[in-house]
């Protein structure tokens, strides 16, 4: 078993910055590929960011290209989404996933393990 837990979630202004994180522990977190998805309220899960095992590879939704960032830490076990810029349509709670078969990509029923969410609030 994994377990994923993310913080960093809040309220923001409009054009603010929030700095997600994504702290993993029971598993070998450096051999996963991970991701963050969201989801707003009566809207399906949406593929946000990934980033693949070593960090080299990352890969975004075009929405939040340019604007937000994806890494990782493996000696820390932590995963993190720097968010800027933010817009009022980025209002979602914010989940990090992993995928131990490093071939999810953005489909989210491919992922193994899922952390609880994180509140994101854009105000305009």
């Known amino acids: 078993q994994m377990q994923l837990v993310e913080s960093g979630g809040g309220l923001v202004q409009a054009g603010g910055s929030l700095r997600l994180s994504c702290a993993a522990s029971g598993r070998t977190f450096s051999t996963y590929d991970m991701a963050w998805f969201r989801q707003a309220p009566g809207k399906e899960r949406e593929f946000v960011a990934a ?3 070593s960090g080299v590879s990352t890969y ?3 929405s939040v290209k340019g604007r937000f ?6 000696a ?15 209002t979602a709670v914010y989940y990090c996933a992993a995928d ?5 990509g953005q489909n989210a029923a491919r992922y193994d393990y899922w952390g609880q969410g994180t ?3 854009v105000s305009s």
């Open 51 to 53: 980033i693949s095992w």
């Open 69 to 74: 960032t994806i890494s990782r830490d493996n």
């Open 60 to 62: 975004y939704v075009d």
């Open 100 to 104: 131990r078969s490093a071939r999810a």
């Open 76 to 90: 820390k076990n932590t995963m993190y989404l720097q968010m800027n810029s933010l817009k009022p349509e980025d």
């Open 119 to 121: 509140q994101v609030t």
